[in-house]
């Protein structure tokens, strides 16, 4: 089983849906969760981060952690075009000197006008 | 809008050269990191940097590897011996903390070994 599972998609909404984007994981000691956006021939960029378990709400965007589940999500609400790129979850822990830390595939999604 | 930059933005390497990529984070920032990117692939994360010693790194990061911040404000990465398998996009990335946590990317390094 991978560390981290994220559906690669394409995933296509139509301008307006929520979009709920999600990871599972495998390694209970994970303990920061992030989200990250990437457009075609960019670097990430951080949407959200959170530690531990519960939700966070930032504009448009919400992340909520299920740790008994090992079960992460992004939503996000009135989904616009410019909202279409690739959607990164990436997990952290420490482990004896070195760091873990991994992300997903990565969904891509795709925002119809 | 504060921004990483990075340099070059393509570099082309032979086998076994060392090859060194810059970055200049964001000014007030305390935590440096370089991840990358082999095309097709996910993003990994290689190590991060903090109050001028390596504070995390993956086991990717091994003594091929090297980072420094020579003069305070130029973040590097140092591969001594370059192989093929380290063709990719090398991202850097500053983090800044306390209130508003944000991490900012720069844009890459392609880094083709032949």
């Known amino acids: 089983q991978k560390e981290v599972e994220q559906d690669p998609g394409p995933l296509s909404v139509p301008e307006g849906a929520i979009v709920s984007l999600n990871c599972t994981y495998s390694n209970s000691a994970f303990q920061y969760f992030m989200w990250y956006r990437q457009y075609s021939r960019k670097g990430p960029e951080l949407l959200m981060y959170t530690y531990s378990s519960g939700n966070k709400e930032d504009g448009r965007f919400t992340a909520q952690v299920d740790k008994s589940s090992k079960y992460i999500s992004l939503f996000i609400r009135d989904s616009q075009p410019s909202d279409s790129a690739t959607y990164l979850c990436a997990m952290s822990a420490k482990k004896s000197g070195t760091y873990k830390y991994i992300f997903g595939t990565g969904t891509r999604l795709k925002v119809l006008a | 809008e504060p921004e990483v930059t990075q340099t070059p933005s393509h570099q082309v390497t032979q086998m076994g050269q060392e090859v060194i990529l810059r970055c200049v984070p964001i000014?007030?920032?305390?935590?440096f990191y370089w991840y990358r990117q082999i095309l097709g692939q996910k993003v990994e994360f290689l190590v991060s940097?903090?109050?001028?010693?390596?504070?995390?790194k993956s086991e990717i990061f091994d003594d091929q590897f090297s980072v420094e911040r020579p003069d305070g404000s130029n973040f590097t990465l140092k591969i001594r011996s370059t192989k093929l398998e380290d063709s990719a996009m090398y991202f850097c990335?500053?983090?800044?903390?306390?209130?508003?946590?944000?991490?900012?990317f720069g844009p890459g390094t392609r880094l083709t070994v032949l």
């Open positions: 940097f903090y109050n001028n010693e390596i504070s995390e």
């Open positions: 000014s007030n920032h305390l935590y």
């Open positions: 990335a500053s983090w800044t903390s306390g209130g508003t946590d944000t991490q900012y």
